[in-house]
């Protein structure tokens, strides 16, 4: 973003569809506190990184408003949202929209918290959430005449917004952070422009406006259809100087190759100067198209980090893991760790796998798998829930250890990776019995995506990995 | 059919210059200039209004999984 500011020398204008906080609209009460400072880092970062406003996303209500209301306290730029109001008094809890000059136009931002139906707020709350079709025509009315270019930070659905595109002509773009991974470029939907980043600090959208008066994205060919007669032009232009240079100038009028040059520019040249005058007209009238030029860049993890963010993102994830290892301390003394015998659980750990299938835990040791957990600690997030899961053997399809998260600390060495069971399912009553009934001997791609997500995992392809990973047929 | 508006989008990568590279760009840019003024060509006029331009950065939850977990 620093090189985008600096290269572009444009007045800036930065906006987040939010999803910020959570990134699922599930919340685990236990973990409030690893949330709070999980929270307070994004929000110090989005403030270094000179973010203007933030839509409030579905998910950012993952643990309930006045933990939203308390954390975005500390925000430098504005939350936004049209349709989360008061119940009493239908007054919206964060600003409905913002209005910012940018350069020499002024920019209307409205923020829209995803709507997929009535949601249940605690009643102390007072809270409730509005669909998009009661509070926009309102707004939109509203800020059409204070602003030159208004845009819709939507939090809601492609088709939502889809439908919000064709009842309101006079929003002319709409950042939507819709539940999809991937990028969608801009597209035009009747008057406003339809555009996303993926999600989740994979990309980084920038776009150049050059935004006029007519508050119209331009659909005809006017400038594209000059700009490609002036390269002709130019071709043209060179042909016949390199002929000019080549020939004696006494031998040129009867060279027809290069007369038909002469006769093609001229022809060229009064096509430009009636679209130029085209387009000239159109300015004077107010009625030029507005243009851009959209650019997504991929947040590659070879990008150098920011010094200030990168220090705040690593004093976050020493926090987490810290306020996780004080929680793991204090669970270690608490009936949970007593209940938490490994004799008790329905896994039995990779050891006891090893005494049957040593040639299978061999090649299993030598896996990623094996270290998951290793790793986990290098890292120091052991104690990061946010993490642990997926690096230790406590689920498998709907058997879990436990629904709460915070027993996973206090898992036996045994389990502290990703092992047999978490492909093969619990193996306590196969070792036991060894029935080979017991236990399943291929995984399926439900269990790996539980982890592996397009998010964390990009390169993820079953076919290959779980083909990388299967266990070698006994000898 | 798609309208035809205006607007290009490209999804790039970012690109990692080191010197060599740079002095061919520099390279190329000069013999480029070189012949444009030999052939004579005066830099296009601009239907863009300077004053009217602006550069949206937008994201969808940017900090994310920037940093993966280990």
Redesign the interface.
């Known amino acids: 973003?620093e090189k985008?500011?600096e290269s572009?020398e444009?007045?800036?204008?930065?906006?987040?569809?939010?999803?910020?906080l959570f990134?699922q609209q599930k919340f685990s009460p236990g973990l409030l506190l690893q949330a709070k400072i999980t929270a307070a880092?994004?929000i110090d970062?989005?403030n270094l990184?000179g973010y203007d406003a933030v839509a409030v996303?579905r998910n950012d209500l993952a643990a309930g408003i006045s933990f939203l209301q308390e954390q975005a306290g500390r925000a430098k730029f504005t939350w936004l949202s049209a349709n989360l109001v008061h119940n009493s008094n239908k007054k919206t809890l964060f600003s409905a929209s913002l209005i910012r000059k940018?350069?020499?136009?002024s920019?209307g931002v409205i923020g829209l918290t995803g709507y997929d139906g009535p949601i249940r707020f605690a009643e102390s709350e007072d809270v409730v959430l509005l669909p998009w079709q009661e509070v926009l025509p309102d707004l939109v009315a509203d800020l059409t005449g204070r602003c030159d270019l208004l845009?819709l930070l939507s939090n809601v659905g492609s088709n939502q917004n889809n439908e919000i595109a064709e009842t309101f002509p006079d929003i002319h773009?709409i950042?939507q952070?819709a539940p999809r991974a991937g990028?969608i470029?801009?597209?035009?939907n009747n008057k406003s422009?339809i555009?996303?980043?993926?999600?989740?600090?994979?990309?980084?959208?920038?776009?150049?406006?050059?935004?006029?008066k007519s508050k119209t994205?331009?659909?005809?060919?006017t400038?594209?259809e000059?700009?490609t007669k002036?390269q002709e032009l130019?071709g043209l232009?060179?042909r016949?100087?390199r002929i000019e240079r080549r020939e004696k100038k006494e031998d040129l009028p009867a060279n027809t190759g290069y007369q038909n040059l002469l006769t093609a520019r001229e022809s060229l040249l009064s096509e430009i100067i009636f679209l130029?005058n085209e387009?000239?007209s159109l300015?004077d009238s107010g009625q030029?198209?507005a243009?851009?030029?959209?650019?997504?860049?991929?947040?590659?993890?070879n990008?150098p980090d920011q010094p200030e963010v990168k220090k705040i993102?690593e004093a976050t994830?020493k926090g987490v893991n810290t306020a996780g290892r004080n929680q793991a301390d204090e669970s270690a003394t608490s009936p949970a760790a007593t209940e938490l015998q490994l004799e008790d659980l329905p896994f039995t750990g990779w050891m006891t796998c090893g005494l049957c299938h040593a040639q299978q835990t061999a090649f299993w040791r030598n896996t990623g798998h094996a270290s998951a957990y290793r790793?986990?600690?290098?890292?120091e997030?052991q104690f990061?829930l946010?993490?642990l899961p997926?690096?230790v053997t406590a689920e498998y399809k709907d058997i879990k250890i436990s629904s709460n998260d915070a027993v996973l600390f206090l898992l036996p060495a045994q389990l502290q990776q990703v092992g047999c069971e978490v492909c093969h399912g619990p193996g306590k009553k196969h070792a036991a019995s060894q029935d080979p009934e017991a236990i399943s001997r291929k995984s399926d791609i439900s269990i790996c995506i539980r982890c592996h997500t397009s998010?964390?995992d990009d390169n993820f392809n079953y076919d290959n990995d779980s083909a990388r990973i299967a266990c070698p047929a006994s000898e | 059919m798609?309208?035809?508006?205006?607007?290009?989008?490209?999804?790039?990568?970012?690109l990692i210059h080191d010197k060599g590279s740079l002095l061919m760009k520099h390279l190329f840019m000069l013999i480029v200039m070189t012949?444009?003024l030999?052939?004579?060509?005066v830099a296009?006029?601009t239907?863009?209004?300077p004053?009217?331009?602006?550069?949206?950065?937008?994201?969808?939850?940017?900090?994310?999984?920037?940093?993966?977990?280990?």
């Not at chain 1, 444009?10 to 910020?20: V, Y």
């Not at chain 1, 470029?185 to 035009?188: F, G, Q, R, W």
């Not at chain 1, 555009?195 to 006029?212: A, C, D, F, R, S």
């Open positions: 973003m985008l500011r572009q444009l007045p800036i204008l930065a906006l987040d569809g939010g999803n910020l990134k880092g994004i970062s989005y990184m996303g940018v350069g020499n136009i920019v845009i773009l950042i952070s990028n470029a801009p597209h035009l422009l555009t996303q980043t993926g999600k989740q600090g994979k990309y980084l959208g920038w776009m150049t406006i050059n935004w006029q994205w331009g659909r005809d060919g400038t594209k000059l700009a002036k130019d232009n060179g016949i100087s130029e387009l000239q300015k030029t198209p243009t851009f030029e959209n650019h997504f860049i991929t947040l590659d993890v990008l993102v994830k790793t986990l600690a290098e890292e997030q990061n946010d993490c997926c690096h998010e964390r | 798609a309208p035809d508006f205006k607007g290009t989008q490209k999804q790039i990568t970012p012949g444009l030999a052939a004579g060509i296009a006029d239907t863009v209004d004053e009217q331009n602006l550069l949206l950065i937008y994201s969808n939850d940017v900090v994310g999984e920037t940093e993966p977990c280990g």
